[in-house]
């Protein structure tokens, strides 16, 4: 219930910002004069799988099976350690409520966002592969690339420390994601990431999600750390509101 | 015993790779360039630089392979602060007696209630005088900054002709609205909500804050910053600091995430 309130109130307030709600503007994807989709603009998770529990956004006919070593780390994630909660990035392929936008020079690609700690992750599209050793970090190591009109972003060198949802499923070092970016029409971007972490589960799973566009809408300025008040009043296991 | 040779041992390799590579770079290991004896030597073993680049359009280009690092300064209006090269040039501060009280209080205490020990933004102009590097990417419309430091936040200042909005938010960044000046970025940023100091030493700016900075690229290695602080919230008049900041090839940004493991601020008790 608690829970509810708190996601309620994030939503309602990233929100906030936009004017309110419009029919999404009609019509396919703008092209850019290379003749390529454009995807710049400002986006909105769509799915609340990509906040609440990603088994929710699981491609037909697939399957979230963990190891024994997976179940044991999901079963002692208590609400209050969910780095989400505490000011932390979110990693991949998780967003929170959030708009985020996309901004683009020649090699690369950065991802802007307004929660997420109001950080950004940057893709690298210069050919380069992934280093033999990468630092472990929030973002990972991103290299993409495009096919036909859709970017695929390849990345490996994860920390093992944010979960994919509020239910607290985890991963090991050993995560590697593939993201697959289309924007199916003027007012959808859709995203197909496969997880796939021998260290947790048995095989890889892949979830599909949409975001929406948010038309004539700018990021806000959202300091998460600025007046962080709810971890003291979560209590419990990590779970769904 | 043993287990000091080991260790000698173990570090070793890495001592003798480190010298190595100060010999060819010496200032390869120092992160912002405080002392001018290092950035000479630094320079002596580089190419020369060029001149400013300039993107097809005719706009100055602040970008390329590569990343800015601006020279540390810890009080953006002193020469030297706690020994060390601060910003380029000493400035009177005409502090208003209540924002004097502020500082002095800042100083006596430490800092210990700066805002970027507990991983807030820093915000601005301190973004130009911190020992991180970031980036400017440019587009017709925008420049964005990506920053390493702090929670490895970004920043929009839009050059798109918009103007500010009637009643702003107050931000930590403001509200920043941009054009060029020739070879000069001019960026105007009101909208300020009174928490950011304006450096380590502990400067203040409240909500009344009128920001104006201007980055000028001199050559192909140097960003020549200055901001002008407009404050009547706590300065009796306009005043004006300038840093150096410099142009790192192939340098990229790593993520730094200031909130991952601080365990700082506890230990700062202003004693």
């Given at each position: 219930m608690m829970r509810s309130a708190v996601l309620s109130s994030l939503i309602a307030f990233a929100a906030s910002a936009q004017p309110p709600a419009a029919t999404p503007p009609p019509g396919p994807a703008p092209r850019l004069a290379s003749g390529r989709v454009d995807f710049s603009g400002v986006w909105r998770p769509g799915d609340i799988f990509l906040i609440e529990d990603i088994s929710l956004g699981l491609k037909k006919g697939d399957s979230i099976e963990l190891t024994p070593a997976g179940e044991a780390v999901m079963k002692r994630h208590q609400s209050k350690d969910d780095p989400e909660t505490n000011c932390l990035p979110t990693g991949v392929p998780r967003h929170a409520p959030y708009p985020w936008k996309i901004v683009e020079t020649p090699d690369y690609i950065y991802f802007l966002f307004e929660g997420n700690i109001h950080s950004y992750r940057q893709i690298f599209m210069d050919g380069r592969k992934h280093p033999a050793d990468p630092n472990p970090t929030w973002y990972g190591h991103s290299v993409g690339h495009w096919e036909k009109d859709t970017l695929v972003i390849d990345t490996v060198g994860y920390n093992d420390l944010f979960w994919f949802d509020f239910v607290g499923h985890p991963h090991t070092e050993q995560l590697h994601t593939v993201e697959r970016y289309t924007?199916?029409?003027?007012?959808t971007l859709t995203e197909e990431v496969t997880i796939d972490d021998p260290g947790t589960y048995k095989h890889p799973f892949t979830v599909v999600a949409s975001h929406r566009l948010l038309p004539g809408d700018e990021l806000m300025e959202y300091i998460c750390q600025e007046n962080n008040r709810d971890v003291r009043h979560l209590v419990g296991p990590a779970g769904r509101p | 015993m043993w287990q000091g040779i080991a260790l000698l041992v173990l570090t070793l390799p890495t001592l003798l790779a480190q010298q190595q590579q100060l010999a060819k770079d010496p200032g390869a290991f120092d992160p912002g360039a405080p002392d001018p004896a290092v950035t000479e030597r630094r320079r002596a073993t580089q190419s020369p630089a060029a001149p400013t680049p300039h993107l097809p359009d005719g706009r100055p280009d602040f970008g390329g392979k590569g990343a800015w690092f601006p020279g540390f300064a810890g009080n953006i209006a002193e020469l030297k602060w706690k020994g060390v090269k601060s910003a380029d040039k000493q400035v009177e501060v005409p502090f208003l007696p209540e924002s004097l009280s502020v500082f002095n209080y800042r100083v006596e205490t430490i800092g210990k209630d700066d805002p970027e020990a507990r991983c807030l933004p820093v915000g601005v102009p301190r973004y130009m005088f911190d020992p991180y590097a970031f980036q400017m990417l440019q587009f017709p419309d925008k420049v964005v900054f990506l920053f390493e430091g702090d929670n490895y936040p970004w920043r929009i200042v839009w050059t798109d002709g918009r103007k500010h909005p009637k009643d702003v938010n107050p931000t930590w960044m403001g509200d920043a609205t941009g054009h060029y000046e020739g070879d000069t970025l001019v960026v105007d940023v009101v909208g300020f909500n009174?928490?950011?100091?304006?450096?380590q030493a502990g400067h203040e700016q409240t909500t009344r804050a009128h920001i104006v900075e201007r980055y000028t690229r001199t050559d192909s290695r140097t960003l020549k910053y200055e901001v002008t602080i407009d404050d009547p919230g706590a300065y009796s008049k306009p005043w004006v600091a300038t840093n150096t900041v410099y142009w790192r090839p192939g340098l990229e940004l790593a993520e730094y995430v200031c909130n991952e493991n601080e365990k700082s601020s506890v230990h700062m008790i202003g004693k």
């Amino acid at each position: 219930m608690m829970r509810s309130a708190v996601l309620s109130s994030l939503i309602a307030f990233a929100a906030s910002a936009q004017p309110p709600a419009a029919t999404p503007p009609p019509g396919p994807a703008p092209r850019l004069a290379s003749g390529r989709v454009d995807f710049s603009g400002v986006w909105r998770p769509g799915d609340i799988f990509l906040i609440e529990d990603i088994s929710l956004g699981l491609k037909k006919g697939d399957s979230i099976e963990l190891t024994p070593a997976g179940e044991a780390v999901m079963k002692r994630h208590q609400s209050k350690d969910d780095p989400e909660t505490n000011c932390l990035p979110t990693g991949v392929p998780r967003h929170a409520p959030y708009p985020w936008k996309i901004v683009e020079t020649p090699d690369y690609i950065y991802f802007l966002f307004e929660g997420n700690i109001h950080s950004y992750r940057q893709i690298f599209m210069d050919g380069r592969k992934h280093p033999a050793d990468p630092n472990p970090t929030w973002y990972g190591h991103s290299v993409g690339h495009w096919e036909k009109d859709t970017l695929v972003i390849d990345t490996v060198g994860y920390n093992d420390l944010f979960w994919f949802d509020f239910v607290g499923h985890p991963h090991t070092e050993q995560l590697h994601t593939v993201e697959r970016y289309t924007r199916s029409s003027r007012s959808t971007l859709t995203e197909e990431v496969t997880i796939d972490d021998p260290g947790t589960y048995k095989h890889p799973f892949t979830v599909v999600a949409s975001h929406r566009l948010l038309p004539g809408d700018e990021l806000m300025e959202y300091i998460c750390q600025e007046n962080n008040r709810d971890v003291r009043h979560l209590v419990g296991p990590a779970g769904r509101p | 015993m043993w287990q000091g040779i080991a260790l000698l041992v173990l570090t070793l390799p890495t001592l003798l790779a480190q010298q190595q590579q100060l010999a060819k770079d010496p200032g390869a290991f120092d992160p912002g360039a405080p002392d001018p004896a290092v950035t000479e030597r630094r320079r002596a073993t580089q190419s020369p630089a060029a001149p400013t680049p300039h993107l097809p359009d005719g706009r100055p280009d602040f970008g390329g392979k590569g990343a800015w690092f601006p020279g540390f300064a810890g009080n953006i209006a002193e020469l030297k602060w706690k020994g060390v090269k601060s910003a380029d040039k000493q400035v009177e501060v005409p502090f208003l007696p209540e924002s004097l009280s502020v500082f002095n209080y800042r100083v006596e205490t430490i800092g210990k209630d700066d805002p970027e020990a507990r991983c807030l933004p820093v915000g601005v102009p301190r973004y130009m005088f911190d020992p991180y590097a970031f980036q400017m990417l440019q587009f017709p419309d925008k420049v964005v900054f990506l920053f390493e430091g702090d929670n490895y936040p970004w920043r929009i200042v839009w050059t798109d002709g918009r103007k500010h909005p009637k009643d702003v938010n107050p931000t930590w960044m403001g509200d920043a609205t941009g054009h060029y000046e020739g070879d000069t970025l001019v960026v105007d940023v009101v909208g300020f909500n009174g928490q950011s100091w304006l450096d380590q030493a502990g400067h203040e700016q409240t909500t009344r804050a009128h920001i104006v900075e201007r980055y000028t690229r001199t050559d192909s290695r140097t960003l020549k910053y200055e901001v002008t602080i407009d404050d009547p919230g706590a300065y009796s008049k306009p005043w004006v600091a300038t840093n150096t900041v410099y142009w790192r090839p192939g340098l990229e940004l790593a993520e730094y995430v200031c909130n991952e493991n601080e365990k700082s601020s506890v230990h700062m008790i202003g004693k």
